[in-house]
């Protein structure tokens, strides 16, 4: 089952926050996040592993509610480098492959 | 060379063609997997080996058809592909059973099938 991501697309002037959000129909065990940049590779950005585990990557930090199925990725004081697609992967209880999201596009202008 | 290298960076081949992709890690990890991105799609999982066994495969067509020789070292063999088939294909890589570690992306072959 496909992780459902919100929004499909943000547009953000430099130095405003966005909030990205992944959510489960399953029980997840954890969730990853990655940025890909037009014509490259997707990059990990950071994985969370329990229920309300957060952690934090310069200025872009995630969170995890197991009880909700959900994920949300936080990025604050948004710089134009962060312009890209994010994608969540989910693994779900007892399994073992990521399945990702459809992707939300975010573009930073100055 | 470090991190996961695909080649080639791009690929066009005709219906009748037989082509294959490689890719290839120097992380150490024990699972490889084949992803293909087809534009405004979510990342779709092809195959997945784990300790250089297949345990997963998705549904792919038989045109596809993977290999893992060894741990670092994966392809993907191509035959009579459709149109349809053009994507973005993308290996990764990651070690499985430690608790959670995230994939490393390669930067993909951008395949055409004419």
């Known amino acids: 089952q496909q992780p459902v991501q919100s929004p499909q697309a943000v547009i953000l002037r430099e130095g405003e926050d966005a909030v990205i959000n992944c959510s489960s129909s399953?029980?997840?065990?954890?969730v990853h996040w990655y940025r890909q940049k037009h014509g490259e590779a997707p990059v990990f950005l950071m994985i969370l592993l329990k229920g309300g585990e957060q952690k934090g990557h310069e200025k872009i930090s995630a969170s995890f509610n197991e009880k909700k199925q959900q994920s949300s990725l936080y990025l604050t004081a948004s710089q134009l480098s962060y312009s890209g697609t994010y994608f969540c992967?989910?693994?779900?209880?007892?399994?073992?492959?990521?399945?990702f999201g459809a992707g939300t596009r975010l573009f930073v202008k100055a | 060379e470090t991190g996961v290298t695909q080649t080639p960076r791009h690929l066009v081949m005709g219906m009748t063609n037989k082509k294959s992709l490689k890719c290839e890690q120097h992380?150490?990890?024990?699972?490889m997997y084949w992803y293909k991105q087809s534009a405004k799609k979510p990342l779709e999982l092809m195959f997945v080996y784990s300790l250089e066994e297949r345990v997963e495969n998705n549904s792919v067509p038989s045109r596809f058809s993977p290999e893992c020789p060894n741990s670092s070292h994966l392809f993907l063999h191509l035959h009579t592909l459709q149109p349809e088939d053009s994507a973005l294909y993308l290996c990764a890589s990651s070690q499985e059973g430690t608790g959670g570690y995230g994939y490393t992306f390669g930067s993909g072959t951008r395949l055409t099938v004419v």
């Open positions: 399953k029980a997840l065990y954890s």
């Open positions: 992967g989910t693994v779900r209880t007892g399994g073992f492959k990521t399945i």
């Open positions: 992380l150490g990890h024990n699972a």
